[in-house]
C-alpha cells in the first residue's frame, strides 16, 4: 500500500509560519515519488495553505483539516460543518484523542462525523488509541495476551465505522495513536515499532472482519512521538502504513526527514 504521511500542525503556526512551512513542504516533497503527505493546517489557514497546494499542484501532497462538527448546518455557533470543506480539503481528522478529552467526543460523536465527513467526500483520518502504557515488557515483545491492551483501540475503530457500507468503508484512514505516546501528554514516549505494529495487525483484522476487500484499500498510520529520529522504528513494520505526526510536523526538516524515510 502507498504509504500516507499526515502532519498535524493542530492548534500552532501563525500565517507567515503556516506558508513558510507549506511552501518548505512542498519544495521538498518535490522529488517524493512514493509516498503521499496531507498537510492539516488551523481552519483560519486552511485557504491560505491550500493556495500554496494547489498552485501548481503536487500529486503526492494534499490538504486536510483537523476536525467538523457532527451536524451539516444550524445554529451551533463556531463550528465548521463537513460540507463547507468540500472541494477545499481530501482528508479530515476525527476522534482525535484530545477532542475525545478535552471535548467530551463520544463514540458515537465521531461515528456521525465520519458519516457526514463521507457524505461530503472528504476522507476521514479516524484516531483509536489505548489511554494505558502497556508494561515495558509488552512493549518490547507483544503477545497474544497483550491483546486485552488494545481492546480500546479495536472497540473505538468498530464504533467510528459503524453503518458504513464498504464503499464508504474504502476511503477512511485509520490512524492508531496510543494516548499515552503523544508528545503533549506528560511522560510521553512513542510506542515501539513491535508493538504499534502488532496493534495494527489488530486493527486490520478488525477491518477485514468487516469487509476483506475495503480493508485491503485502507492505510493504517501509527501516531505519538514520532520523530526524525525514531521514524526508521516505524517505517519498516509491515502492518504501518504511514505516520500522523503532531509535533515534529512543524519542523521542517525533521518532517521531510519522516516523509523522505516512507519514500
Ligand atoms: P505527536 O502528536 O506527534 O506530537 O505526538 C501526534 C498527534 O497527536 O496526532
Known sequence: MRPLIIANWKMNTTLSEALLLANGVKRGLAGLTSADVVLCPPFPWLVPVGEVIYHHPLKQLQLGAQNVFWQESGAYTGEVAAPMLKGLVGYVILGHSERRRVFQETDQIVNQKVKLALASGLRPVICVGEERRPAAAVLDQPTEEAAHHVQQPVKELRAAIKGLTADQLKKIV????????????????????????????????????????????????????????????????????????GGASLKLKDFLTICQQFN
Open 174 to 245: 485509520v490512524a492508531y495513536e496510543p494516548v499515552w505516546a503523544i508528545s503533549s501528554n506528560k511522560n510521553a514516549v512513542a510506542a515501539t515499532g513491535i508493538y504499534a505494529n502488532f496493534v495494527s495487525q489488530l486493527l486490520r483484522e478488525e477491518l477485514e472482519s468487516h469487509d476483506p476487500e475495503a480493508s485491503a484499500h485502507i492505510p493504517i498510520l501509527y501516531g505519538g512521538s514520532v520523530t526524525a529520529a525514531n521514524v526508521e522504528e516505524f517505517s519498516p513494520q509491515p502492518a504501518i502504513n504511514g505516520c500522523l505526526v
